[in-house]
């Protein structure tokens, strides 16, 4: 059974630029988090999909934004890219949800911004 | 707001010591606690997750206890290995967000 799985795992962009990253999870797995992590703030909840819909989210800007498609598969955006953005973004899936049950996590997609 | 706080940061055991991380939290109305485990370069890899009417959860030599009254849960690993080694994370979700403590880092030296 795949694993779960991001792409890109690497980029690079400059400030004011926008992103789009990719998680794909498990197989039968309806709920897709994201996480962001920084040396400086450590880990942190971004939000959590669940069949489309946005079921929980953590303390971030407008500038970060999610969807989720009809397969699963969670995009992550972030747009007028900062400096502060910089940071391994990880997501996770689990059948029924992130707060119920254990989450498996994708090897994450480091994202620096210049 | 929910302060989720790890100590020691760093612990250095020989091989085969029983250890025990710690983790506390200062809103005790949490709906679970979960443990994480993170090696350098390999992601996040979830241990073990409490409800909050739960007081432990085991799994292998991981034992974690919960007592949500004292803002406390304590990761126990028994007969340590090197392999072992890694950053253990500890989260608690409550508002409809999650907390994550900065971790410790444990290093099992065989």
């Known amino acids: 059974k795949a694993g779960v799985t991001q792409t890109p795992r690497y980029l690079i962009k400059t400030r004011g630029q926008q992103v789009t990253l990719s998680c794909s999870p498990i197989s039968g797995h309806r709920s897709v988090s994201w996480y962001q992590q920084t040396p400086g703030q450590g880990l942190q909840f971004l939000f959590e999909y669940f069949s489309e819909t946005q079921r929980n989210k953590g303390n971030f800007p407008g500038r970060f934004s999610g969807r989720q498609f009809s397969n699963s598969r969670s995009e992550m955006n972030v747009s007028t890219l900062e400096l502060g953005d910089s940071a391994l973004y990880l997501c996770?899936?689990?059948?029924?949800?992130?707060?119920?049950?254990?989450?498996?996590f994708g090897p994450g997609t480091r994202l620096l911004v210049l | 707001k929910q302060e989720v706080t790890q100590i020691p940061a760093a612990l250095s055991v020989p091989e085969g010591e029983n250890l025990v991380l710690n983790c506390s939290f200062t809103?005790?109305?949490?709906?679970?606690l979960q443990w994480f485990r993170q090696d350098p370069g390999k992601g996040l890899t979830s241990l073990l997750l409490i409800q909050s009417s739960q007081r432990e959860q085991t799994s292998g030599r991981l034992n974690a206890s919960l007592d949500k009254s004292s803002g406390r849960s304590t990761l126990y690993i028994a007969a340590s290995q090197p392999g072992d080694s890694a950053t253990y994370l500890c989260a608690v979700y409550n508002n409809n967000d999650m907390r994550f403590g900065a971790g410790t880092r444990l290093t099992v030296k065989p």
């Open positions: 996770a899936s689990s059948f029924v949800g992130t707060f119920q049950e254990t989450q498996y």
């Open positions: 809103d005790s109305a949490i709906y679970n």
